[in-house]
C-alpha cells in the first residue's frame, strides 16, 4: 500500500498549512491513519491519528492549533495546520495501517509511511 502526502510548504509564523495524504494499493481496509513529524536532530513523534470510526489523537503541543480529518471511502487523511509556529518545523509523514488483499479471498495487514512533505515555518 503506497501513501502519498502533498501540502507542505514555507509559511510564516502564524500562518496555517493543509496537508493531504491518499493511500492506494489492493486495499481491503485502512483503519489508523495519522501525521507524525521529524524535526532537526530529533526522533520522529506523534502529532495526531485518527481511527475508521473517527475518534482522533494528538499531540499536547498541537491540541486545539490542528485538525486532523478523513475520508474512508477514498483513504484519505488530512491534517490542517492553525496557528504555526516555528518549533512546528520538520518534515512530516503520513501513516496508515489496515488490512490488504494478498491474493484471491486472501487479507494480510499492512503498514505504511509516506515519502515525507517539508513544514517550515519562519519567525
Known amino acids: 500500500v503506497q501513501l502519498v502526502e502533498s501540502g507542505g510548504g514555507l509559511v510564516q509564523a502564524g500562518g496555517s498549512l493543509r496537508l493531504s495524504c491518499a493511500a492506494s494499493g489492493s486495499i481491503f481496509s485502512v483503519d489508523a491513519m495519522g501525521w507524525y513529524r521529524q524535526a532537526p536532530g530529533k526522533q520522529r513523534e506523534l502529532v495526531a491519528n485518527?481511527?475508521?470510526?473517527?475518534?482522533?489523537n494528538y499531540a499536547d503541543s498541537v491540541r486545539g492549533r490542528f485538525t486532523i480529518s478523513r475520508d474512508n471511502a477514498k483513504n484519505t487523511v488530512a491534517l490542517v495546520l492553525n496557528n504555526l509556529k516555528p518549533e512546528d518545523t520538520g518534515v512530516y509523514y503520513c501513516?496508515?495501517?489496515?488490512?490488504?488483499?494478498?491474493?484471491?479471498?486472501?487479507?494480510?495487514?499492512?503498514?505504511?509511511w509516506g515519502q515525507g512533505t517539508q513544514v517550515t515555518v519562519s519567525s
Open positions: 501513516n496508515a495501517y489496515g488490512r490488504r488483499w494478498a491474493g484471491v479471498g486472501k487479507l494480510t495487514g499492512f503498514g505504511s
Open positions: 485518527i481511527e475508521r470510526d473517527g475518534s482522533t
